[in-house]
């Protein structure tokens, strides 16, 4: 069985969830390969409603493997917390899987990603403060803890003792904050090492083992392109790859195995945080779609945050999508632009000071710098979200997803018309 994976064509928050959960009913794993507690995937299914930071998708299936993989930033508060809300609304307790090479975030990261966003008060990345980008500087910069290497408190010592005098000279000269304790460490490492020992594996032998057996592999991006340290809209990217194509590098997992990359983009945009986004809408247009959006407005799962709105942008969604290798699209969100006489679309970018047209999305924009390019269709002005059959959809509805899987090149398969898992509509 070859690896699936559900992800992101934008900015993140697109309903990948919501796919996730869906599809993870039929997956044997459901895999995070990257990325830690900084983003949130709303679930809606018959045991409530969920914003899982750092758990797999995976959770509500009762017959799914959980797994992070070696590259997720694991964050015991985040897993104990998320664990504990799962308890609290009585879904059976989850097989969770946690790979052996994966690296703990310490307090420590998440203090270093405070003090430098504070710092650079007016000019900073709009991170969540969740420690991610101190997390995988250290990472690549080899100074990290795997999860493994927990077990050995002298080398733990040890790699203290060498690392802290870096550390705490930032703290206490940039950042004028009390330096780093090592047995403050420690005593946080040991916490981790016993609530996590009971979860530790090697992930990259048990999912190799799984594929061999014809095991469903669900992987699970999360955050969108645009958001990729790679090919994002960086510095105002995360510090990961959410990509598809990451997915079997991050797991050591052969890449001819990821065959179904399914893309998630909502029918209109939304972007939490920072950077260009070229169809932001402002004034009461924007705070009537933001209100509209998603099951309860466009407010950030994780911080709570106002989420940045504007129409649909085929230009940036089409690089979205190309560059997670897409083999098919979920376009969620429909149900939302009932209520609009003509629903606009932007089908290109033009640079404000040379008039010059874009179809391709850019390197380097600044906010401001480029102006949506609009077609305006015809809305439906009607309820969708009970519609279950394509052909059910208004002409205009269904025209709509027409124009924008022509814009894309690549079709779209199934169409979201509300939060809740059944709404669905399989094309
Ligand atoms: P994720 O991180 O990609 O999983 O997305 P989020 O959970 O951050 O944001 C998606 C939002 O859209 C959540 O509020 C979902 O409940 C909501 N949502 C997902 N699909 C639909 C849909 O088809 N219609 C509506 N109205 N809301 C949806």
Redesign the pocket.
């Known amino acids: 069985m070859p690896i699936s994976a559900v992800v992101?064509a934008n900015w993140?928050?697109?309903?990948?969830?919501?796919f996730t959960d869906l599809l993870a009913q039929h997956a044997d794993f459901v895999v995070r390969f990257q990325g830690g507690s900084n983003?949130?995937?709303?679930i809606?299914n018959e045991y409530g409603k969920f914003s899982l930071h750092l758990l797999p998708s995976g959770v509500f299936s009762p017959n799914t493997h959980n797994v992070l993989g070696p590259c997720v930033a694991v964050c015991i508060e985040s897993l104990k917390k998320e664990l504990q809300e799962l308890e609290r609304c009585a879904v059976p307790r989850p097989t969770l899987i946690i790979s052996e090479r994966a690296q703990l975030l310490f307090s420590y990261h998440k203090l270093f990603d405070i003090l430098e966003e504070e710092r650079r008060a007016g000019a900073d990345f709009g991170s969540t403060r969740s420690g991610i980008a101190p997390f995988y500087s250290d990472m690549h910069s080899k100074i990290g803890v795997q999860l493994h290497e927990l077990s050995d408190e002298a080398a733990l010592r040890r790699h203290f003792e060498l690392i802290l005098p870096q550390k705490n000279i930032l703290l206490r000269e940039l950042y004028r904050h009390p330096g780093l304790e090592i047995d403050e460490l420690l005593a946080e490492a040991r916490v981790a090492r016993e609530f996590l020992s009971p979860f530790l594996c090697d992930t990259r032998v048990l999912l190799g083992k799984a594929l061999q057996q014809g095991k469903q592999v669900l992987v699970e991006g999360q955050l969108g392109t645009l958001r990729d340290i790679y090919h994002g809209i960086y510095p105002y990217s995360t510090s990961s790859s959410p990509l598809a194509t990451f997915a079997p590098v991050g797991l050591g997992l052969p890449a001819r195995e990821m065959k179904n990359v399914l893309a998630?983009t909502k029918a209109y945009s939304s972007c939490v945080g920072q950077g260009p986004f070229v169809v932001e809408l402002d004034g009461a247009e924007a705070e009537e779609l933001r209100r509209r959006g998603?099951?309860?407005g466009e407010y950030g799962?994780t911080t709570g945050r106002p989420r940045r709105v504007g129409w649909f942008d085929a230009v940036a969604t089409r690089y979205g999508v190309e560059v997670q290798g897409a083999t098919e699209v979920a376009l969620?969100?429909?149900?939302?632009l009932g209520y609009l006489d003509e629903i606009p679309v932007c089908v290109g970018y033009r640079n404000r000071k040379s008039g010059e047209e874009l179809r391709h999305f850019p390197a380097q924009t600044e906010q401001g710098q480029m102006e949506p390019i609009l077609v305006r269709l015809p809305g439906w002005k009607q309820d969708v979200s009970g519609v279950r059959e394509f052909s059910k959809l208004p002409k205009e509805a269904r025209d709509y997803v027409a124009f924008l899987e022509e814009e894309l090149g690549v079709s779209i398969t199934r169409i979201?018309?509300?939060?809740r898992r059944e709404?669905v509509i399989q094309r």
Request: glycine share 24%; aromatic share 0%; net charge negative.
């Open positions: 992101g993140g928050d697109e309903g990948k969830g919501k983003a949130g995937h709303t809606i998630v998603g099951d309860s799962a969620t969100n429909i149900d939302v979201s018309n509300g939060p709404q």
